[in-house]
C-alpha cells in the first residue's frame, strides 16, 4: 500500500513540474494581435496573388477586408473578425488619404505589386494596450508588449 502512495506522490510533483515549465498563456489581447498579424500576412499574400487591391477596415469594434472590384470596394472572402468585448481596435495611417477619397475609403491598402498603407494599428483594452506598425514594404511589426 506505500508503495501506491509513493508512485502516486512521484507522479504528482512530476506534474507539478511540468505544469510549472510550461508558457504562460497568451491574454485575450495578444490572441487578437496574433490573429490580426496572421490576418493581414493572408491579404497582403492573397493581393499579390491574385492581383487585386485588397484593403483592411476598421470600425472600432472589428475589422474586415475588402476587395476593389468593378470600381469598387466590396466585402472579401478573407477573415472579418468581431473584437472581444472590452477590445477596441484604432488605424492611424501614416500617409494622407486621396484627395477624393470617398468617406468610406479603407484604413489600410495592399497593393498587388507588395506595397501596403503605411499605419500604426492600436489594439487596447482595461489590461492594457498592443501597437503594430505597417511599412510601406508591407511589414509588420509589434512596437510595444
Do not use: C, H
Amino acid at each position: 500500500m506505500i508503495e501506491v502512495l509513493l508512485v502516486v506522490f512521484i507522479m504528482g510533483l512530476a506534474g507539478a513540474l511540468v505544469v510549472m515549465t510550461l508558457p504562460p498563456r497568451a491574454g485575450r489581447l495578444e490572441q487578437v494581435e496574433t490573429a490580426l498579424m496572421a490576418n493581414i500576412a493572408s491579404a497582403q499574400d492573397e493581393a499579390i496573388l491574385t492581383g487585386q487591391s485588397i484593403a483592411l477596415q476598421t470600425d472600432g469594434r472589428s475589422y474586415a477586408f475588402q476587395v476593389w472590384s468593378d470600381g469598387a470596394w466590396q466585402a472579401s472572402d478573407l477573415a472579418t473578425s468581431s473584437l472581444p468585448d472590452g477590445v477596441a481596435i484604432t488605424v492611424d495611417p501614416t500617409t494622407d488619404l486621396p484627395a477624393n477619397a470617398p468617406e468610406d475609403w479603407p484604413d489600410i491598402r495592399f497593393d498587388p505589386l507588395g506595397e501596403t498603407t503605411p499605419a500604426t494599428i492600436e489594439l487596447s483594452s482595461s489590461k492594457g494596450a498592443r501597437r503594430l506598425t505597417l511599412t510601406a514594404s508591407g511589414e509588420v511589426a509589434r512596437v510595444s508588449r
